[in-house]
């Protein structure tokens, strides 16, 4: 990746408390190891940070592309250390302890911190042969992926376009439906279903670069669980939630948006709750700044949906209808990352990208959310998210 990585203070707590490196270790999908290394690999490796550089210990099969790609100073293969004689002499658990000690102790590193997730048997592997390790508790590095460079919000914003696109197919898909005499919506003379929505969203977010595991579209009762998937036809007359969080393929940043759509007329209280939800929504973008709190944020979104007359998890902790989730999460290479937006949620930092992603759940009404994606400044916020706001689904 392009991204300029400023890791000075974890450099600065590694001499703070006496330490030669920071070692991550084999989960390739660990979006603090990507953030780190530049490298995303399908298979194992090992990341290295000492107080000066970065260093990558790869399998033979990845040293090419890692040694072009990745933003480390060096970039060892495991054949360096002699591991398959290793492994043949010791097996494999010892022999990936023994290999790492020696790839350590060429980079001078006799004490070592480790992230939260590292894993126990490797740790004790190394402690085994002498060497010192100790947990970083604070997520140092998490900490320092929440403060996004320019290059990481351009990412997002290319994400959240493609978002945009495919949000735009799954409204034309409902606002160009014909209506049955059941009152299901009807195209090409099918059943709109959940699965058909959701299936030409992911083809949309191929076309840009992006793709998903899942997504969201779900009609009535089902939208009044905010994660669930949705399933079957859709129909006129009930409140329709989508939420797409796509991640770009090449990049690896997310993007996320909601929008709650109804064809037809949902009845007065669906629609009662779809505006008190886009006030909340309001009422919480303005909140937006740095220095201000998620909590504060997200209190801005309560006080306006309390005041409404419904219930929050603020109001009532045991409640199962009205707002029933947090207002936000920070969002990156992993969809939910720090920042939170939440009754728990700290100071809000300039470079933060957030969703603001109030909503209101009943199974007797159906749910509403309105989420956009937003970068915190230092007065204030920009909006990443450019697609309109409406209940009433529009064709292009």
């Not at 859709?234 to 939420?243: G, K, M, N, P």
Request: aromatic fraction near 6%.
């Amino acid at each position: 990746m392009d991204i300029d990585v400023d890791l000075s203070s974890l450099r600065e707590s590694l001499e703070a408390n006496g330490v030669d490196g920071y070692l991550i270790d084999d989960d390739a999908s660990d979006s603090d190891q990507r953030y780190v290394s530049g490298f995303t690999t399908p298979d194992p490796y090992q990341t290295l940070v000492t107080r000066d550089d970065v260093h990558l210990l790869v399998s033979g099969l990845e040293y090419g592309r890692a040694s072009s790609e990745a933003s480390a100073d060096s970039v060892t293969r495991r054949s360096t250390y002699d591991y398959q004689e290793l492994v043949a002499e010791y097996g494999p658990y010892e022999a990936k302890s023994r290999m790492l000690v020696a790839f350590l102790d060429d980079h001078d590193v006799g004490s070592l911190a480790v992230p939260r997730n590292f894993p126990t048997g490797t740790a004790d592997g190394l402690r085994e042969l002498g060497l010192e390790i100790t947990v970083e508790p604070e997520g140092i590095v998490e900490e320092i992926r929440a403060r996004k460079t320019e290059w990481e919000r351009e990412q997002i914003e290319a994400t959240q376009d493609a978002n945009e696109a495919a949000m735009a197919t799954a409204e034309e898909l409902i606002a160009g439906a014909d209506i049955d005499d059941d009152g299901t919506l009807v195209r090409d003379g099918e059943a709109l279903t959940s699965e058909r929505v959701k299936e030409e969203i992911e083809v949309t977010l191929l076309r840009h670069g992006c793709g998903l595991d899942d997504t969201i579209v779900a009609c009535g009762a089902d939208g009044a669980d905010p994660h669930n998937r949705g399933s079957g036809p859709l129909a006129a007359d009930e409140l329709i939630v989508i939420d797409i969080f796509p991640r770009d393929k090449e990049t690896g940043y997310f993007a996320d948006m909601t929008r709650t759509f109804a064809r037809g007329d949902p009845g007065e209280e669906a629609r009662r709750r779809y505006d008190v939800t886009k006030e909340a929504y309001e009422a919480a973008l303005e909140a937006v700044e740095a220095g201000v709190t998620g909590a504060d944020v997200h209190g801005a979104a309560c006080d306006v949906i309390e005041d409404a007359g419904y219930e929050t998890l603020r109001s009532d902790p045991s409640t199962e209808t009205g707002f029933i989730h947090s207002t936000g999460h920070g969002v990156g290479l992993d969809i939910h990352e720090q920042p939170s937006v939440s009754p728990s949620g700290g100071e809000l930092e300039a470079g933060h990208v957030i969703s603001i992603e109030p909503g209101i759940y009943d199974p007797a009404v159906g749910g509403v959310r309105i989420e956009d994606l937003v970068v915190v400044t230092e007065d204030g916020y920009e909006n990443l998210t450019e697609y309109r706001v409406g209940l009433e689904p529009r064709r292009e």
